[in-house]
């Protein structure tokens, strides 16, 4: 099952966001899925990760209070709610799906799908 960005775009800073992770097929086999960012010139880094039930959800510390990440298996897509956009979180947001380890790392996810451009600027 391949994941898929989308929803990304040009906001003002403190605008409002709300991306989808949509899936090729059924999500409800897959249990963690992730989103991840890359700025140019840095590496991608994590900012939230959902359970397969949705029950436990995982923040980075930038996204911790400002974000949201939920997903409906019935849709078989995740979404990544941003709120309070900062320049900061100028990037290309990708979802991918956990493939073990650590939820925090790019590493341990797979089948990453094309990411979609989110620039806050006034």
């Known amino acids: 099952v391949q994941l898929q960005a989308s929803g990304g775009g040009l906001v003002q800073p403190g605008g409002f966001l709300r991306m989808s992770c949509a899936a090729s097929g059924s999500i409800f086999s897959i249990n963690v899925v992730g989103w991840f960012r890359q700025a140019p010139g840095k590496e991608r880094e994590f900012v939230a990760a959902?359970?397969?039930?949705?029950?436990?959800?995982y923040y980075s510390d930038s996204a911790k209070g400002r974000f949201t990440i939920s997903r409906d298996n019935a849709k078989n897509t995740v979404y990544l709610q941003m709120a309070s956009l900062k320049p900061e979180d100028t990037a290309v947001y990708y979802c991918?799906?956990?493939?073990?380890?650590?939820?925090?790392?790019?590493?341990?996810?797979?089948?990453w799908g094309r990411g979609t451009q989110v620039t806050v600027s006034s």
């Open positions: 959902i359970s397969r039930s949705g029950g436990s959800t």
């Open positions: 991918a799906r956990h493939s073990g380890g650590n939820y925090y790392y790019a590493n341990n996810y797979g089948y």
